[in-house]
């Protein structure tokens, strides 16, 4: 099982930050997957960010340039953060990080698709006001 635990949503107006940070608990070691998705009321769970074991990094077109994802890979622990700058209203949403496990799980397929992850947070909202 792997349990990951969102934190850092809240309201910004537009033009400002945010940083989200979801973190894997009880983590033992090994190599994941993880990626941010989105989902805004009324509309379908879109991919946000992704970053695979390489460290290699994989973003959607909306966000390019303004968002960056990265993790903390310490001892003992794993942290997947997303920075958003430039925020906009239109990035109002929830925020997911999910996570695929083990590695092989939607090995070769499209890594913001969100349904090749099956491990998700519960979610922190963002909200961009103008």
């Known amino acids: 099982q792997v349990h990951l635990v969102e934190s850092g949503g809240g309201s910004v107006q537009a033009g400002g930050s945010l940083r989200l940070s979801c973190a894997v608990s009880d983590y033992t070691g090994g190599r994941y997957y993880m990626a941010w998705f989105r989902q805004a009321p009324g509309k379908e769970r879109e991919g946000v960010a992704a970053v695979d074991p390489g460290d290699n990094t994989f973003y959607e077109e909306p966000v390019k340039g303004r968002f960056t994802i990265s993790k903390d890979n310490a001892e003992n622990t794993l942290t997947l953060y997303l920075q958003m700058n430039s925020l906009k209203p239109e990035d109002n949403a929830m925020y997911y990080c999910?996570?695929?496990?083990?590695?092989?799980?939607?090995?070769?397929?499209?890594?913001?698709?969100?349904?090749?992850?099956?491990?998700w947070g519960q979610g922190t909202q963002v909200t961009v006001f103008s």
């Open positions: 999910a996570t695929r496990w083990p590695l092989r799980v939607g090995w070769g397929r499209n890594v913001l698709d969100g349904d090749t992850y099956n491990y």
